[in-house]
């Protein structure tokens, strides 16, 4: 049930109502875990712990969604908001002295924009690693640090993940214009004669790079627009996890909230 209620997001996703529809779904995973198994001598069983885990992080999953996929998920919380890359400082620094603000702030929305359009989309990949999770994973798991089903997630998802999100992140940012406001944003550093030597876009930008990179800055970007668009969808994975880590310490922090009896079982005290 679990497996196909998540398998079943992605389309579902797209409705105007999607919203609505992860809360039925989360309804959907609590109903399939109301069965207690026998349990050992830790008190739980294995099967028992792997569905309430499932549960949890279907909830996890549902957070995230929920809040990232609206509009300006991303750009009005502060906590996963997409910044400039570090590159790109040297450049948005140049712009906003030449009276240009107004696009550096663009280009962040846009990045952000970009990144909340694709998040309903990835629902589906999510399903496939909780439906993939082991039994013997499930009880480690549980045991685990404040965000340890969130460390499983990324680890056994993260690169699919990327891999996935990659054709959606290009779609919407082509919808977003992340290009044009980006293109925007460089060519009016670029004019401002600032290049010392290596004239136009790229001189600067190869400039903004290189200073990045010798300050052991991670987020450097070459000189070319892919590199922008795989930075946004690292970054669209890093706010997804932060949510569904955020959602999974609360679980665990205060079971009985979640009114869920098999997450108050395992996450119970």
Request: net charge positive; charged share 20%; aromatic share 4%.
């Amino acid at each position: 049930m679990l497996k196909k209620s998540l398998l079943l997001l992605t389309p579902l996703l797209l409705c105007a109502n999607w919203q609505n529809t992860l809360n039925s779904v989360t309804n959907a995973t609590q109903g399939t875990s109301t069965h207690q198994s026998a349990t050992t001598n830790n008190g739980i069983s294995q099967d028992y712990a792997s569905k309430g885990l499932k549960e949890a992080l279907g909830m996890g999953v549902n957070q995230a969604v929920s809040l990232l996929g609206k509009s300006d998920g991303f750009l009005n919380n502060s906590a996963v908001k997409i910044p400039l890359p570090s590159s790109l400082k040297t450049v948005a620094s140049v712009a906003e002295k030449a009276g240009g603000k107004a696009y550096v702030d663009d280009f962040v929305k846009t990045m952000n924009t970009a990144a909340s359009k694709a998040v309903p989309k990835t629902a589906s990949i999510l399903g496939d690693a909780v439906t993939s999770m082991s039994v013997e994973d499930a009880k480690g798991i549980i045991a685990g640090k404040q965000t340890a089903a969130t460390d499983y997630f990324k680890t056994k998802s993260g690169d699919k993940l990327l891999s996935a999100i990659m054709p959606i992140i290009k779609e919407s940012a082509n919808e977003s214009k992340v290009m044009s406001s980006y293109k925007t944003l460089t060519g009016m550093a670029g004019s401002s004669g600032v290049t010392s030597g290596n004239s136009g876009v790229g001189g600067l930008l190869g400039q903004a790079s290189g200073a990045a990179k010798s300050l052991g800055l991670g987020d450097t970007l070459p000189n070319q627009d892919e590199d922008i668009e795989s930075y946004i969808a690292r970054k669209t994975l890093d706010g997804l996890f932060f949510m569904i880590g955020e959602k999974e310490r609360a679980l665990r922090s205060n079971p009985l909230g979640s009114g869920s009896k098999i997450i108050s079982d395992i996450f119970g005290k």
